[in-house]
């Protein structure tokens, strides 16, 4: 009987903690807001400017002194880890964005990555 109680308890005890999480954003951009999808249909090569891409994610990780810049990088980064139960649930989100620009300011080069 005690036995019974005892398991009971300890169910009850897991049951009720449900789930820990820890998610850190301190590394998060614009960037996480936006699915791959959505990016490609927004910055188009060819035709979107360095306006269009600051009104959609603001200024680039690097360079600081964008303006001039004809390579810029974005970067955001979410740690995202998850117990539920006795489950461990990861996840992270790695994004990366590398866009080139001609002269002119426009995109002539657009390379994305997540993990």
């Known amino acids: 009987m005690k036995l019974k109680h005892v398991f009971l308890l300890a169910l009850s005890t897991v049951a009720l903690s449900g789930c820990a999480a820890n998610v850190d954003k301190t590394q998060a951009t614009n960037l ?4 791959e999808t959505v ?14 891409v600051l009104l959609l994610l603001g200024a680039p990780t690097t360079p600081k002194e964008f303006k001039t810049a004809h390579h810029w990088t974005y970067v955001s980064k979410v740690v995202d880890r998850r ?4 489950i461990p649930l990861i996840q992270d989100r790695n994004q990366l964005l590398l866009l080139e620009f001609n002269d002119a300011g426009v995109v002539t080069n657009m390379n994305y990555t997540e993990q």
Not at 83 to 86: M, P, S
């Open 83 to 86: 117990i539920y139960l006795v």
């Open 39 to 52: 990016i490609r249909q927004s910055i188009v090569v060819g035709k979107s400017t360095k306006k269009d």
């Open 32 to 35: 996480n807001n936006y699915s």
